[in-house]
T-cell receptor, first 112, second 111 residues
Framework: ETGVTQTPRHLVMGMTNKKSLKCEQH?????MYWYKQSAKKPLELMFV???????ENNSVPSRFSPECPNSSHLFLHLHTLQPEDSALYLC???????????FGSGTRLTVV | DQQVKQNSPSLSVQEGRISILNCDYT??????FLWYKKYPAEGPTFLIS?????DKNEDGRFTVFLNKSAKHLSLHIVPSQPGDSAVYFC??????????FGKGTRLHILP
């Protein structure tokens, strides 16, 4: 257990479904991140939240919608995804200004 | 355009020998570099880092070397152990807090 918990671990959804990924940390960190890892591609930064405020949206399609209700929780709401969105979605947290991220184990998403 | 490149997708090393993982970067504004290790079904875990003001950082069996003029860094693991078999990600950051990762290199330690 790394201190960053992601649920679910695996998710299979149809293109018309709506689902949400959840991330939770109790490390006292004040920044949270969503990354996407596709096969044979670098980890791609999707969103950055600092002190519950979104500070970066890295050209992510609107079918991905993040939510950060407090400094311990981060969600990624999914709607009308495409098969190419199938990937491992990783949540991470850190102290703002500290490069040492702590990652969750990820959610393996398959869009059918 | 890939700013952090790990050109070797995989590497096999005999147990007890030295493992050398390489990484190149293109952005001269990067001032902090990190290596992460990832086992299957787990998120990446921080391994070792180096600031651009240094050219070497050592932590036990792990040493990271930075050559700023060549925009190249490497991770040395010696001696290699079976538990070192994993995917290793090189990462870099500028003065923002976001980290750019390479594609990773899968290291196999052979018995």
């Amino acid at each position: 257990e790394t201190g960053v918990t992601q649920t679910p671990r695996h998710l299979v959804m149809g293109m018309t479904n709506k689902k949400s990924l959840k991330c939770e940390q109790h490390l006292g960190h004040n920044a949270m991140y969503w990354y996407k890892q596709s096969a044979k591609k670098p980890l791609e930064l999707m969103f950055v939240y600092s002190l519950e405020e979104r500070v970066e949206n890295n050209s992510v399609p609107s079918r991905f919608s993040p939510e950060c209700p407090n400094s311990s929780h981060l969600f990624l709401h999914l709607h009308t995804l495409q098969p190419e969105d199938s990937a491992l979605y990783l949540c991470a947290s850190s102290h703002r200004g500290n490069y040492g991220y702590t990652f969750g184990s990820g959610t393996r998403l398959t869009v059918v | 355009d890939q700013q952090v490149k790990q050109n070797s997708p995989s590497l096999s090393v005999q147990e007890g020998r030295i493992s050398i993982l390489n990484c190149d970067y293109t952005n001269s504004m990067f001032d902090y570099f990190l290596w992460y290790k990832k086992y299957p079904a787990e998120g990446p875990t921080f391994l070792i880092s180096i600031s651009s003001i240094k050219d070497k950082n050592e932590d036990g069996r792990f040493t990271v070397f930075l050559n700023k003029s060549a925009k190249h860094l490497s991770l040395h693991i010696v001696p290699s152990q079976p538990g070192d078999s994993a995917v290793y990600f090189c990462a870099a950051s500028d003065r923002d807090d976001k980290i750019i990762f390479g594609k990773g290199t899968r290291l196999h330690i052979l018995p």
